[in-house]
């Protein structure tokens, strides 16, 4: 690029692969995922020697791993797409990292299998497949009589050849986008710089209808995956509520990816303090949106207090559970909402990768409160066990796992797409005061 116009610019470096720490990324989240691995399978033995209970608390904690990696990947791809139709500087930082959390999708695959082949630990519906058997349990005491209409009304959906089915149409249609988009970025990556416009629109054309289509299958594994563990559960707003949580996980985490690439090059020359604040104010927004959601429902519901609805939330504030939503309204929202009003935070790498990683945390805390009191030993019932600190150890192991393939993924193209329009004004000394 031609930058003799102003003597300032900055250019970019030869090389614009992914520094070399990113291996010592790879390494070190591989040793630390062996490690809780380990811990968990011992967890596993004690909390099955406690209450017989250790490996059901393995499997509910495998989902709150894998519905927290999979947010990553398809909401990588989500906002892969958004950025696509939208525009702007930040999809020049952004773009490859995006593209390398699509591209964890098989990580993702592997992680659900092991859920979808032990689904009758975890969901109701999976272990009373006819009318007789939920009028048999209903008999002998274990399913309530709301429980057994409740599985007996939505079998046509919730049943086993239903949640194969839809969960693998699901993947199949994000691994299309995802592989048609990365190889739809090379392609654009070797063509000539006057060619953009024709590439732009080409992006535009398939990332609007696949925002659609990937808000209509996202919605439908939420509620296959997590919502469907309490029967009795129905909200309008589920989908939503997980894919504003996808975009306030994405970009926390793409933050982090950004300024910790920006120890090097070539992410040193293109971060600036600007673009930095453009992604705060971004990161903002999406928690913003994730508390006005949320608590609207719960003000909603609460407020109409019918027998139908308010008990998922009693589940999760009586027995000791208001210790777990109030801290998660402090995590999940009152900290990243006041830490993110600074100006001077979001102009800071060090601040501003701090805010992101305790968002990044308490999103998988956000999940534990939406998983675990979905069942019958845990509902309004919060209390110590060998089992709980499964929460920490599998997750850990599971998200240390999928980061190791995250970063060849990372390392597999450069981290800078040479004949991006925004290129040139990204290299430009800063002037705004955003």
Same mark, same amino acid.
């Given at each position: 690029?031609?930058?003799?116009?102003?003597?300032?610019?900055?250019?970019?470096?030869?090389?614009?692969?992914?520094?070399?720490?990113?291996?010592?990324? $790879?390494?070190?989240?591989?040793?630390? =995922? @062996?490690?809780?691995?380990?811990?968990?399978?011992?967890? =596993?033995?004690? =909390?099955?020697?406690?209450?017989?209970?250790?490996?059901?608390?393995?499997?509910?904690?495998?989902?709150?791993?894998?519905?927290?990696?999979? %947010?990553?990947? #398809?909401?990588?791809?989500?906002?892969?797409?958004?950025?696509?139709?939208?525009? %702007?500087?930040?999809?020049?930082?952004?773009?490859?990292?995006?593209? @390398?959390?699509?591209?964890? *999708?098989? #990580?993702?695959?592997?992680?659900?299998?092991?859920?979808?082949?032990?689904?009758?630990?975890?969901?109701?519906?999976?272990?009373?497949?006819?009318?007789?058997?939920? @009028?048999?349990?209903?008999?002998?005491?274990?399913?309530?009589?709301?429980?057994?209409?409740?599985?007996?009304?939505?079998?046509?959906?919730?049943?086993?050849?239903?949640? &194969? /089915?839809?969960?693998?149409?699901?993947?199949?249609?994000? #691994?299309?986008?995802?592989?048609?988009?990365?190889?739809?970025?090379?392609?654009?990556?070797?063509?000539?710089?006057?060619?953009?416009?024709? &590439?732009?629109?080409?992006?535009?054309?398939?990332? =609007?209808?696949?925002?659609?289509?990937?808000?209509?299958?996202?919605?439908?594994?939420?509620?296959? &995956?997590?919502?469907?563990?309490?029967?009795?559960?129905?909200?309008?707003?589920?989908? +939503?509520?997980?894919?504003?949580?996808?975009?306030?996980?994405?970009?926390?985490?793409?933050?982090?990816?950004?300024?910790?690439?920006? !120890?090097?090059?070539?992410?040193?020359?293109?971060?600036?303090?600007?673009?930095?604040?453009?992604?705060?104010?971004?990161?903002?927004?999406?928690?913003?949106?994730?508390?006005?959601?949320?608590? /609207?429902?719960?003000?909603?519901?609460?407020?109409?207090?019918?027998?139908?609805?308010?008990?998922?939330?009693?589940?999760?504030?009586? /027995?000791?559970?208001?210790?777990?939503?109030?801290?998660?309204?402090?995590?999940? &929202?009152?900290?990243?909402?006041?830490?993110?009003?600074?100006?001077?935070?979001?102009?800071? $790498? $060090?601040?501003?990768?701090?805010?992101?990683?305790?968002?990044?945390?308490?999103?998988?805390?956000?999940?534990?409160? *939406?998983?675990?009191?979905?069942? $019958?030993?845990?509902?309004?019932?919060?209390?110590?066990?060998?089992?709980?600190?499964?929460?920490?150890?599998?997750?850990?192991?599971?998200?240390?796992?999928?980061?190791?393939?995250?970063?060849?993924?990372? !390392?597999?193209?450069? +981290?800078?797409? #040479?004949?991006?329009?925004?290129?040139?004004?990204?290299?430009?000394?800063?002037?705004?005061?955003?």
């Amino acid at each position: 690029m031609d930058s003799n116009h102003n003597p300032y610019t900055k250019q970019l470096p030869a090389e614009l692969g992914a520094p070399a720490f990113v291996d010592a990324w $790879k390494s070190r989240a591989l040793v630390i =995922g @062996a490690i809780f691995a380990v811990i968990a399978v011992i967890l =596993g033995f004690l =909390g099955q020697a406690e209450d017989g209970l250790g490996w059901d608390h393995f499997l509910r904690a495998w989902t709150l791993g894998t519905m927290l990696t999979w %947010g990553l990947a #398809v909401g990588g791809l989500a906002l892969l797409m958004v950025q696509y139709c939208s525009g %702007g500087k930040w999809g020049l930082l952004l773009r490859r990292p995006l593209e @390398a959390l699509s591209r964890t *999708l098989p #990580v993702i695959f592997v992680y659900w299998l092991v859920i979808a082949l032990f689904m009758k630990r975890l969901y109701l519906w999976a272990q009373f497949t006819t009318a007789g058997d939920t @009028a048999a349990a209903l008999k002998n005491g274990v399913l309530t009589e709301i429980q057994a209409h409740c599985i007996d009304f939505k079998r046509p959906m919730l049943n086993a050849d239903m949640f &194969w /089915g839809v969960s693998l149409l699901c993947f199949a249609i994000w #691994v299309y986008y995802a592989v048609r988009l990365n190889a739809l970025a090379l392609q654009r990556e070797a063509d000539a710089p006057e060619n953009t416009p024709y &590439w732009i629109k080409k992006f535009e054309n398939i990332s =609007g209808p696949g925002i659609i289509i990937y808000s209509i299958t996202m919605t439908a594994c939420a509620i296959y &995956w997590v919502m469907s563990m309490d029967v009795t559960w129905f909200s309008s707003v589920y989908g +939503l509520l997980f894919l504003v949580g996808q975009g306030y996980l994405v970009l926390a985490f793409c933050i982090i990816v950004a300024i910790s690439l920006s !120890k090097a090059e070539p992410f040193k020359t293109i971060l600036r303090q600007t673009e930095q604040h453009d992604l705060g104010k971004l990161t903002f927004a999406f928690v913003m949106l994730n508390i006005y959601l949320n608590f /609207g429902q719960f003000l909603i519901i609460w407020s109409g207090n019918l027998p139908g609805e308010i008990n998922w939330y009693l589940d999760r504030i009586r /027995g000791s559970w208001g210790i777990v939503i109030t801290l998660d309204f402090i995590f999940h &929202w009152v900290i990243p909402f006041s830490m993110l009003l600074s100006r001077d935070l979001k102009r800071n $790498k $060090k601040r501003l990768l701090r805010v992101c990683q305790w968002m990044v945390f308490a999103r998988a805390f956000d999940m534990f409160w *939406l998983i675990e009191p979905n069942f $019958k030993d845990a509902a309004r019932n919060l209390h110590f066990s060998w089992g709980i600190l499964e929460y920490i150890a599998v997750p850990a192991a599971m998200f240390s796992f999928w980061l190791a393939y995250y970063c060849t993924r990372l !390392k597999a193209r450069p +981290l800078v797409q #040479v004949n991006d329009p925004h290129l040139e004004e990204i290299l430009e000394p800063e002037h705004a005061n955003a």
